[in-house]
């Protein structure tokens, strides 16, 4: 079995470190090569995080930490820009009393990192949680605002339908996308899941949702126990392909509000109690040092090692690239799902989903042109 690469157990290392300022101390970095941990900081999107441990050991990372601070600028100022871009569309929520909440990246940070902008895990994009039956409006307010639907023409037609009929919809949103390209993406969801991943509905996430500050501007994010299963789901469904990820969870179990008891309750009401503990495993062996033996851990927990193993550190999409999988590529990928998959659903959930998506394909006709052609 390979190791882990010197760059990747850094990453690991950084982000243990920006969250509770310890470090291994009989750990020694050895020759790390800039051009590869820039580009796993990157990929990973832990450049924030990757600073306070380098500048800590500023004698050793003197060139890296002049090379990467640009791109930390960059990256903060692009998160400012989601910021202000956010606080625009809730706004435009409150006005038009579209029922919302913010998840993952932005809500992250606020919610459970509690840190500078310049040391949080950075995002590409915003995701939203919206009412069903607000979609209408939501599609209304973004078109006002500037933005196309990427995924389909007819994003009015499809609002509509999801309105009152989201529960057939094997699709779980519209992404949305801004005339002026330096915006943020808008990932707007009627459903945080598949149902066969996790039978969370929307309406319990509405219905439970908390007011947090972002950035001195005030949204709603799921409870924190919805939003910690989420996050779990979401990383364990793709072998946690990025290190934010597992990122997010680590800030998220020192928090003051972090139950386990209470949120395994909750996993096993969804089915979800073996997602949540190799989750929680696989922190504990990535971010303590603890890949060394892996004799005692779970096939979940080894199988992502040697997934980061393989790729030498850079984080394997689920997805393939390109647009022309193979039908070893689209078995793979159902089998994936059918090994992940909560233990409320059927063995066949994943493959129905697979062959719905089929017929339930939003047509995204070439003559129709964005905005911006």
């Not at 990372?61 to 400012?80: D, G, M, S």
Request: net charge neutral; charged share 20%.
């Amino acid at each position: 079995m390979l190791p882990l690469t010197r760059e990747m157990i850094l990453l690991c290392k950084a982000v243990q470190y920006c969250r509770d300022g310890t470090e291994d101390l009989e750990w020694v970095h050895g020759n790390i090569e800039m051009d590869k941990l820039t580009r796993l900081a990157r990929r990973h999107g832990v450049i924030g995080m990757v600073m306070p441990y380098l500048e800590h050991r500023a004698c050793e990372f003197e060139t890296l930490i002049a090379n990467l601070k640009p791109l930390l600028v960059r990256q903060v100022i692009l998160e400012a820009l989601r910021l202000k871009q956010l606080e625009g569309l809730v706004g435009a929520f409150e006005k038009h009393n579209v029922s919302y909440v913010v998840f993952k990246g932005l809500a992250v940070n606020a919610q459970m990192c509690d840190a500078p902008i310049s040391t949080q895990r950075f995002s590409t994009d915003i995701d939203l949680l919206v009412n069903p039956a607000d979609f209408p409006q939501l599609v209304s307010i973004m078109h006002q605002r500037g933005y196309y639907c990427i995924d389909c023409d007819n994003a009015s037609d499809v609002a509509h339908f999801a309105s009152h009929s989201a529960d057939e919809l094997v699709k779980r949103g519209l992404v949305f996308r801004h005339q002026d390209r330096h915006v943020a993406d808008v990932d707007a969801h009627w459903r945080v899941a598949n149902t066969f991943s996790l039978p969370l509905s929307t309406a319990t996430v509405l219905g439970h949702k908390q007011s947090t500050q972002i950035n001195g501007v005030r949204v709603f994010a799921p409870s924190f126990e919805h939003h910690f299963l989420i996050l779990t789901v979401h990383g364990y469904l793709d072998y946690f392909y990025q290190l934010k990820h597992l990122a997010d969870l680590h800030y998220a179990m020192q928090h003051a509000e972090y139950n386990e008891a209470k949120l395994f309750t909750l996993a096993k009401e969804f089915g979800i109690s073996q997602h949540l503990a190799e989750s929680i495993e696989l922190v504990h062996v990535l971010l303590e040092g603890k890949v060394s033996d892996l004799r005692n851990s779970s096939r979940y927990v080894r199988t992502t090692i040697e997934r980061y193993q393989t790729h030498h550190g850079l984080p394997p999409r689920a997805h393939k690239s390109h647009d022309n999988w193979t039908l070893i590529d689209k078995l793979s990928y159902i089998l994936r799902q059918i090994n992940t998959r909560s233990c409320k659903a059927s063995l066949i959930a994943p493959i129905q989903n697979r062959l719905l998506v089929k017929f339930q394909q939003v047509p995204k006709h070439d003559s129709v042109q964005s905005p911006m052609s």
